[in-house]
Every structure is written in structure tokens, then in C-alpha cells.
């Protein structure tokens, strides 16, 4: 039988659950393998832990094809939910996995939208409620196998079909199943997701015998946590790259803070203070009865000298400060800027991490720069004399300036060997500079002569200062 | 300026009511004797706050006000860091004002509040040389607390004031507790024999200066190599005139 079908089989007219004779009937020279339903759950494992030590702190493997993954406390870091998913996606696609995704308020939501609505991500606005999963098949509910074709022979396909039905003929049916399935998708039941753990990480627990709720309490208790964590990487020769803690609360719910550390610490003070930043996070409900601090991705840590020499002072160092403040907005949202070799201003800047090593380029040319870029060049109405004058006035965003001196035009062409589109593309700047000593940055596409070369409309791009 | 010891003693006497007298009060010179002259310490205060400001348009652009204070930027040492909520700000003119890229660590915050954590954060770390933060609104217990961090480490901290609106910069004009308060607005550059621009200039107002008195400047703008700023050539070589147009430019 075919145990699965992607995109390319089901063109072929494969299904999943397909018995193998009409399969080869279907397609010649099909090659049959048996199903290795224990490795691809391993494999499935493997894939939840990459994404524990990527994504979030709570993640689980959801048998057999799919993975959950309580997002909660951690999308800020990649940008918001639709930033995370999208990056999920990529990155599975890279490594050649296509996989669906789709954020809801609960598991079962969840799951559904991934397997029935998502192409190949889904966002379900917060408290939406029943009216998201309402149209999708019964199928998605994870049921028993043989139940959702039972359900379809009483009429019942669409999950909203099941919603108004009386719960208790049903019960008597089916079993308590269905019922508790439609609560646990609509929240109405609790579903904790129970985080994969594994033996290699270092990890740190302490279980409290009255739960504990007060804020000073728990900075006192991640203190303590950090500091058995950090001997146990010690021992290891290891330093904490990304620290996720777990607190569980008395009404069976987690909460969890991650943070991350651009090089691999080992410091029990710098690594409370970033937990403890973290603190106000936390919503401890009626107490928090145990807490867990996994070092969920760790990295070798060697020993090393502190230089000390007479002649220059050694730069202060400022990881501490800089993971401090990528927990705090996002890892994206801390970070240089380098040089890249292109003419083109809106790509000769490219962002890299705060601490990546010096290289000392700047941009190459001497030519001046305008202090702001606009983030798309706004088209101006000008009086200019073709090809090569600088214009004599313009007008942007309503306000006619004359110009009173320029200088230009600086010539730059399209990239015709990144891009196909741009092989004729011509762009001439001018600094021009108004009346009262405004100076600006304009463009007019195109040389002045030939139409193939832009539309000879000017722009404005930028403002010195 | 002749010395005068009765003023000194009296500043004397208010740094011990401060209660500031143990701290090594040190600052940052601009390189240019009128300028530093006019600065209480004989330049900018290291570990204090100080605010800049564009003129005219430049209270919605903040082009001049941020070159003015990659400047200042450039002449300390160790890294950079430069918080901003809009992305605008263009790198490789921060380079031309003499902030090398390898030194200038961004930070993008979502919002006004936590631009004003992050760089309180900055302040209070020390290990950077000057902390940039773009702000709208700076109420007085914001400035407050920023100043504090500063004082505490010697971190030179920089608010670049800029509105969405030229309505909003009214705000300007609202008490806080920075060292000094700076406005640059732009001026025609520098003429040349021949059609182009020359190097830029700006009418630089130091609006507000704690134990100083306010004064205005015709400067021209950073260099690309270590960002500083300089007296215009008919300027400094005819003081007579100089004061001619000063006073021009302050009307």
C-alpha cells in the first residue's frame, strides 16, 4: 500500500493508501520499498530537536508526520509569527523537506489548518474560535482511522457538520473521542504539549514543594539553576549558545523563556541577568511548581587568555551588552552594516551580526552620499534641459525649490550580470542643492537619449545633510 | 575669555552641592577654539546627555543633525551604537562623516520606548564609546534617567530629536535635563570658482548649555576622515566679518 504521496505522485494519480498492484498498473517501472515506519520516526525526532534548538523551547514530534511547536515567548525573535513561519519553511526547503505550517490559538487548530488549509503557511487571527476549523474535513480532527468514514456515512463530512450535533448520541456512538478531539481544538479542554527532551543536553531542575509565584522568588531560583547549569557545562567544557527555561505552573500549564548568546557563555551572573530580563514574561497563574533550565544549544568553550599587553589598552568587551539587547528586540534587529560591491545604492549596504569579526572595507568610492535614503525613490516633477543638465526646479511633495547649484550627473548602470531585466538600465544622479541650502540626491532613469535605457523621469532618493 | 575667579568658585561650589566633585569631569573637544570656548569644559561632556536637533526641514529629515552627531561619534573611542526606529539612516554616509562601518552597531527598535531602554542599557555598559538614539518625545524623567546612566560610566549619550511632523518639533522646546541641546540646520555650501557644490556648511545653534551661555556657529560639516567640523576659510581669516555674519545668521 503507499504509506504517502507528494506533489509528483499525486500527479501521477498516486494516493495515499493506494494498494501497491494498481499503483504499478498506473505507473510502469515503479520501484517498491517497504515503509520504515520506526525510522521515520526517528528521523522525525531528530527534526523536532533541530527545531527546539532553532525555533522554540517547547517542541514534539507529532506521530507520524508532523511536529508541534508552542511558539509563544519565542516568534519575537524571528520577527513575528509570519517571519518564523516563513523561515521555517525555507529552511526545511533548503535541506529538501517540503513541509505546511500554521499558527493557532491550540494543537488542534493547529494541526488541522497545517494539513487541510495551509499553502504552505496559514496564520489564524488570535481567539478565532470555532469558525476557522468550521469548513475543513472531519479528517482533520485526528480521529481513529476508520472513524471519519463511519461519520461520512451519517452525512457528517465538514467539521461544522459534527459541531451542531448533540454530543450525547454521538458519545454513544463513537466513544468519549470525537467530543474531547472538538475541545481540545477549540480550547475548550487542555492539551499540554510535552517537550522533547534528550539525555546529551544540559539540563537543570528544581521542583518546588509549595508553588512559588512572586517575581524576587523566581530571579532567586533562576539564579540557583543557573549556577548547578553552568557546573555541569563546565565539566563539559561547554558554554550555553541558547538557554531555555520551563516553568511548570500549578494548573498544568508551561510557560517558557528562551534567550540566546551570540558566543558560548559560560558566566552564571551574565546568564541570570539575561533570564532574569526576562522575568516579567512569565505568568506564574496560581504558582509555579517546577522549573527547568536546559542548555538547549551548547557549544565548546576553551579557556582563554585575557590579553594583556603594555602598549594598548584591550578593547572592553561587549557581547554581554549586545546579547542583553538582541533578547530584548530580536537577533535581527541588532546588527552592522558592510560594504558590498555594487553601484547601486539600495544594494551596496548588507547587514551582518554585531559581533562578526572586523574587516575594516568601507564603501570604496569618494563620491558623496546623502545621510537619509529614501526607502523607495519618489518620483518629482522637474524642468531640466536633456541629456545632461541638472534640473533648474523641481517639485516634491508639493514644494516647487529652485535649485541654485548642482553637481553631476554620476552615472550608474543596471547589473545586466545579475539581472536580465537591467541590462540596458541607466541611472545619472545629481546633488543639487535649493535656495536656502537644502541639498538632495536625484535621479533621472535613463541617459538622456536613449528611451531603452529608462523612462527619463526623475526621482528623488536622498537628503544630505 | 579672561579667567574669572569668583565664577569659577561659584561653579565650584555648585558641582559639591551636586554632589558631582568625585567624578573626573572630562569632555570632548571639537578641535575648534571658538566652539570649545564657548563649551563649559572646553568641549562636549563625556558621561553626560546631549541633544541634537535639525532646523527646518531638517526637524523631519534629521540628515545634518545625524552628520553632526556621527561626528561627535567619530571622535571617541570603542564602538558605536546607533538606535533608530525608521530605516533611512544611509551607512556609507556615516563612513563620509568619519564613523568607520566596523564601529557603528545599529539597533532597530520597534518603538520610542524601547529606543530610550536600549540606549540606557548602552549608557550603563561602558564598554562603548558613544551612544546614538533617535527620538521623538523626551520627557524629563527620560532624560533624567538617561543622564544618570551616562554619569555613571563617562559614555558620551546622544539624542537625535526628530519628529514625523513639523507640527511636533514644538517639543523642542520643553524642559530636559541633557548637558546641551544643539540645532543644526543647513546653509548654502561653500562657493566654488566653478559650477558644483562644494563642502557643506551648516548654521550649527547651541541652544542650551548647562553652567554655559547659548551661542551660534557657520561651520562646515565632518570630514570623511576623523569627522570634524571646520570654520569657514573667509571666516576665520576675517574675524571682522565673521561677526557680520554671525549676526546675520542669528537673525
Known sequence: MVTAADAAAQAMGLRAGTPVAKAQALVAGLVVRDADPVGDSEALERLALWMLQRFSPIVAADQPDGIVIDSSGADHLHGGEAAMLDALIGRLAMSGVEARAAVADTWGAAHALARYAASPTFIAEPEHGAAVIAPLPIAALRLPPAMPAELRVLGLERIKDLLSQPRAPLALRFGPEPGRRIDEALGRSAEPIEPIRLPELAETRRVFAEPISAAETIARYIEKLVVALCAILEQRGQGARRLDLICQRVDNRTEAVRVGTARPVRDAKRLTRLLCDRIETIDPGFGIETMTLCATLAEPLTPRQSATTLIEEAEPDISDLIDTLANRVGERAIYRAAPVASDVPERCVRHIPALAPETGETWPDAWPRPARLLLRPEPIETIALLPDHPPVSFTWRGVRRRVARADGPERVFGEWWARDAEMAAVRDYFRVEDDTGERFWLYRAGDGEDPATGSHRWFIHGIFG | ?251
Not at chain 2, 61 to 83: H, M, N, Y
Open chain 2, 1 to 251: 575669555m579672561r579667567p574669572q575667579p569668583a565664577l569659577a568658585e561659584l561653579r565650584a561650589q555648585i558641582a559639591r552641592i551636586e554632589g558631582r566633585s568625585q567624578r573626573v569631569r572630562s569632555a570632548l573637544p571639537f578641535g575648534l577654539a571658538e566652539v570649545d570656548a564657548r563649551l563649559p569644559d572646553g568641549g562636549l561632556a563625556l558621561g553626560a546627555l546631549h541633544e541634537i536637533a535639525g532646523g527646518g526641514n531638517g526637524v523631519v529629515d534629521g540628515a545634518a543633525a545625524a552628520l553632526f552627531a556621527a561626528g561627535i561619534a567619530a571622535r571617541t573611542k570603542g564602538k558605536v551604537l546607533w538606535c533608530i526606529t525608521q530605516p533611512d539612516l544611509f551607512a556609507p554616509a556615516l563612513d563620509k562623516a568619519g564613523l568607520r562601518p566596523d564601529r557603528v552597531i545599529y539597533l532597530r527598535a520597534g518603538d520610542q520606548t524601547s529606543v530610550l531602554a536600549c540606549m540606557e542599557e548602552g549608557l550603563r555598559h561602558g564598554g562603548l564609546g558613544a551612544v546614538v538614539g533617535e527620538v521623538a518625545h523626551l520627557s524629563m524623567k527620560a532624560s533624567r534617567r538617561l543622564m544618570l546612566a551616562a554619569e555613571g560610566t563617562g559614555t558620551i549619550g546622544l539624542a537625535l530629536r526628530r519628529w514625523r511632523r513639523q507640527a511636533d518639533s514644538m517639543d523642542f522646546g520643553q524642559p530636559t535635563s541633557s548637558a546641551t541641546r544643539w540645532r543644526v540646520s543647513v546653509l548654502p555650501s561653500t562657493p566654488l570658482p566653478v559650477p558644483g557644490l562644494g563642502r557643506h556648511r551648516w548654521l550649527v545653534e547651541l541652544i542650551r548649555a548647562r553652567a554655559g551661555e547659548s551661542a551660534d556657529f557657520e561651520l562646515e560639516a565632518c570630514d570623511a576622515k576623523t569627522g570634524r567640523l571646520n570654520l569657514p576659510a573667509e571666516l576665520a581669516d576675517r574675524p571682522g566679518a565673521a561677526n557680520d555674519r554671525l549676526r546675520r545668521a542669528a537673525g
